[in-house]
């Protein structure tokens, strides 16, 4: 199972709190260097996992080894892992000099280079003279880059991070997942990043695992499960997608025909056994608002447009269709130079796309 | 408009009245000179002070309880902060039925208490009364109150940072050297001071249990028959009634200071 080049091995793990299955046999491995993502609803079991990898919690089957070394049995303090806490964590009796020089205690590092070490890690995380200040002078984004800091002066094999930008608002979000992006390329470690925000995931990683209680659905780079989605639950939870389900009709060459009842017929890429439920999944961005109907070269349903967003540089519509219960998502981008509207609330137009562009789910 | 609060003003001045007053009177009676505690004042003297300082066997009796009150305090800070790390921070098989028993003695008379612990003593140890069993007494009495006040305060803070510690290298002993005991100092110190405060003042249990040695309150108790000691005692009770005013000013002070440095390790 592990590759040449795997730092972290994750086999049949499975994890029980009495009778709740919190993680349930879950098996892949982590590239070293990689920026790896665990994304998933709250409970779907990624925090359980990223707290055995850390060591809090033993695994109740299965094993985990990090860099080619068995973790069973090893205690946190013995783990070549830190982590980035949700909260934080900063030690609220240290300063963040103290608090940044924590981990180097038990090091044979002497003062001075623990000293150096602090100072070069403040400057890694953009905080040179802040060594002094108490831990309640920080703002939120400096406490995070206060708990990155300390975690990454030890120089971890892994470095483990959960949900560390879920308490910062929007701006400095978008500010930080880019400078952890940078961070990561700079220092070269592995990071296992868990979060519930898919967009953030996308943005980070060099690979996602979508989880759902307790198992991975799909580990992929972000662009592969945004494109090609392998069951329903992931294309619904990566981005919006239009999910319209029916009956195969005929597959061959990668392509099917589906019987979607009062949508008609559609067509879609993928295979599957004529006669099969299956679902079409298409993203809104791909579809196309028109006012008469296409020719057959294009999947097309008629309906009402019951609302539309305006979003700067795009315009959002929700078409409501006959014998669909959810309104059809279509995302329109804004870039002729009037951005004008080119349908009203009320009207009746065809969505449509090309075949190519929906995807055919088994699940 | 202004009749509500005056109103107000005025109860809380007679609620101030009725709490100190008695209180009060004590260190008025201490500077009178006279034997008897009875209005009108007579005039001012310290003699009572001086008969205090002479008096050694009550000297000896406030020595007694100092060290007593000492070494429960710390006695039962010690058995109580790893009980309540251990209810705080892990989920423990028994943890409510552990935690009810140990909280029992707070609702159980001390009466019953000390006659329990005189027969056990007695009769199945075999031991002589002396300081030991009153300090043994003590310590059972204090260990809930111990326990409330740092589990309220363990309680109070993430548990992550532990992890966090325990991540970054450290064992669980180190662990607790370097992140629960300076956090948990706040608490530690409220131990302290409250079980001191219950020792020393505690008379029902010192009573039944103490030897030929007395702790104070069952010494000035016993001084009650006689009269003519009662300044003595008033001018005793007004000593320590200073020594606390200036121990809780202090504590106060400590406080102050540590939440302006934010550092409850500190402490």
């Known amino acids: ?363 | 408009m202004f009749t509500r609060p005056s109103a107000l003003f005025i109860y809380a001045i007679a609620f101030m009245i009725f709490l100190y007053g008695p209180v009060m009177l004590m260190p008025v009676f201490s500077f009178n000179d006279s034997t008897f505690a009875t209005f009108p004042l007579k005039g001012f003297t310290t003699r009572h002070y001086a008969s205090m300082l002479a008096n050694t066997s009550m000297i000896l009796s406030l020595k007694n309880s100092l060290v007593v009150g000492v070494i429960v305090s710390v006695t039962a800070t010690a058995i109580g902060l790893p009980a309540a790390i251990a209810l705080t921070r892990y989920r423990l098989p028994g943890g409510g039925p552990v935690l009810s028993a140990m909280m029992l003695p707070l609702v159980i008379p001390s009466i019953v208490i000390a006659v329990a612990l005189l027969v056990i003593i007695l009769r199945f140890l075999h031991l002589d009364l002396s300081l030991w069993t009153v300090g043994a007494g003590h310590i059972l009495l204090c260990i809930p109150f111990s326990m409330t006040v740092l589990m309220s305060r363990l309680e109070g803070f993430d548990k992550s940072l532990e992890e966090a510690s325990r991540d970054l290298g450290e064992n669980a002993w180190m662990t607790f050297v370097r992140v629960t005991l300076p956090l948990a100092a706040p608490g530690v110190i409220s131990s302290l001071l409250l079980c001191f405060i219950i020792s020393f003042d505690e008379f029902v249990v010192a009573f039944f249990l103490t030897g030929t040695e007395n702790t104070l309150p069952v010494y000035l108790f016993s001084q009650l028959r006689f009269p003519n000691k009662l300044p003595g005692t008033l001018a005793l009770g007004s000593a320590i009634l200073l020594g606390s005013a200036l121990l809780v000013v202090a504590a106060e002070l400590l406080r102050k200071l540590g939440v302006q440095s934010a550092k409850p390790g500190d402490l």
């Open chain 1, 1 to 363: 199972m592990a590759t040449a080049d795997s730092i972290i091995s994750i086999s049949g793990v499975t994890k029980r709190f009495g009778p709740v299955t919190a993680v349930d046999n879950i098996s892949f491995d982590i590239q070293r260097g990689e920026f790896f993502s665990l994304l998933g609803s709250s409970g779907c079991g990624k925090t359980t996992l990223l707290r055995m990898l850390a060591g809090f919690e033993q695994p109740s089957e299965g094993e985990i080894s990090i860099d080619r070394e068995a973790m069973a049995g090893v205690p946190a303090n013995h783990r070549p892992t830190n982590m980035v806490f949700q909260s934080y964590a900063i030690f609220p009796h240290l300063n963040v000099r103290e608090n940044i020089g924590y981990g180097l205690r038990n090091t044979d590092l002497s003062r001075e280079e623990a000293g150096k070490r602090v100072i070069d890690a403040l400057e890694l995380v953009k905080l040179s003279g802040y060594g002094e200040r108490a831990a309640h002078q920080l703002s939120g984004g400096q406490r995070q880059r206060v708990a990155l800091a300390r975690a990454l002066v030890c120089r971890p094999k892994v470095l483990l991070l959960d949900e560390p930008l879920g308490a910062l608002d929007k701006n400095l979000r978008e500010e930080m997942q880019i400078e952890l992006r940078a961070l990561q390329k700079t220092v070269g470690i592995t990071f296992v990043f868990v979060t519930h925000d898919q967009e953030e995931a996308l943005t980070l990683s060099d690979r996602i695992a979508v989880m759902s209680k307790g198992r991975v659905l799909q580990i992929d780079a972000p662009e592969a499960l945004y494109d090609n989605p392998n069951c329903r639950e992931v294309a619904e939870f990566i981005g919006t997608m239009n999910v319209f389900s029916g009956r195969t009709m005929e597959s061959a060459k990668g392509a099917a025909t589906i019987d979607a009842r009062a949508l008609g017929k559609l067509q879609a890429q993928g295979t599957s056994r004529k006669g099969d439920y299956v679902f079409l999944a298409v993203r809104p961005e791909k579809l196309k608002l028109m006012t008469k109907k296409p020719s057959a070269a294009m999947n097309a349903i008629g309906g009402v447009v019951s609302a539309i967003s305006y979003r700067g540089d795009r315009h959002h519509f929700l078409v409501k269709a006959e014998g669909h219960d959810r309104p059809i998502s279509v995302s329109q981008q804004n870039d002729s130079e009037t951005s004008a509207t080119p349908a009203k609330v009320g009207s009746k137009v065809w969505v449509a796309w090309p075949h190519s562009a929906g995807r055919l789910l088994s699940n």
